[in-house]
């Protein structure tokens, strides 16, 4: 089979294009951004039908291949982390508006899962130092792996429960895209997302339980001029907001590309 044939058979799972064109770049194990040139190359059957069997399964473009771009730059991902997701990138468009001319930050990504916040805000700043905390070993292991990638230093790693932890220091920057679901929104989902770990995508308190833990902690996270920059589902700016002014904080919101309400800064008055 060819590359264009399976780009019509990836189709006919609803995807899009380019992640056709990922997953055929990946069979051919070259740059993404050659694929153009390889629409007439040959795929391995076995290799075709592997994949095909995996898309009928709903397990994520992402997860076949391995990788996923995030803010330019590809990461390591697997069934372990949560797969980057561009609307994200809004959360480090903010932190780059107030913090860009900044240096020697302490920066800590709290549910850093494959470190893809927390690494690519480190690599847009300048001579920062970052902590990456995820419940999760195995997350911590695929955050290792890119840091290694990107050749990263300077970087602690603490395998721990946020909802109990109690940090040692304080933070410029506090990045956190916590998990956020309600259990009921869950059973929605489509296949595809409920292939991603669970614990990195649902939460109690109807998707609050991370929010309200984290600022009620405001004051040992962060300094006295830092901020919290979180993501946040559609529909909980409100509720988020409430939370940081119950804390006597003050918040804003940012929408993505779609306009839904995204991020949430939060700050001392």
């Known amino acids: 089979m060819v590359v264009n044939e399976f780009l019509k058979e990836v189709k006919k799972f609803g995807l ?12 051919l194990d070259i740059n993404y951004n050659d694929i153009g040139s390889y629409y007439n190359a040959v795929l391995e059957e076995n290799k075709v039908e592997i994949v ?6 709903h397990i994520p473009t992402a997860y076949i291949t391995g990788r996923k771009e995030f803010y330019g730059r590809e990461f390591i991902v697997n069934e372990d982390v949560l797969i980057p997701r561009v609307e994200t990138e809004i959360l480090i468009d903010e932190v ?4 860009k001319d900044g240096s ?14 927390g690494l690519t805000v480190m690599q847009e700043l300048n001579n920062c130092h970052l902590t990456l905390l995820d419940i999760s ?10 840091a290694d990638k990107f050749n990263l230093k300077n970087i602690k790693y603490i395998c721990s429960d946020i909802l109990l932890y109690t940090t040692a220091k304080k933070y410029d920057i506090v990045l956190c895209n916590p998990p956020y679901i309600s259990y009921d929104e869950y059973e929605g989902l489509q296949e595809e997302v409920k292939y991603e770990p669970k ?37 909980q700016a409100d509720s988020v907001m409430g939370i940081a002014k119950v804390n006597n904080l003050m918040a804003e919101c940012v929408k993505d590309y779609s306009l ?5 800064i939060v700050y001392n008055k």
């Open 16 to 27: 899009p294009l380019s992640h056709g064109l990922d997953i055929a770049s990946y069979l």
């Open 52 to 57: 095909l069997e995996k898309l009928k399964q």
């Open 96 to 99: 780059l508006k107030k913090y």
């Open 104 to 117: 020697n930050l302490e920066i800590i990504d709290i549910c850093s899962g494959s470190g893809a916040i």
């Open 137 to 146: 070993q195995k997350a911590i292991e695929i955050s290792k792996k890119n």
């Open 199 to 235: 614990n990195a995508l649902v939460a109690d308190d109807n998707g609050l339980i991370f929010y309200k833990n984290i600022l009620s902690k405001f004051s040992l996270l962060c300094k006295s001029n830092g901020a919290v920059f979180f993501e946040i589902g559609a529909n």
């Open 260 to 264: 839904n309400n995204r991020v949430i």
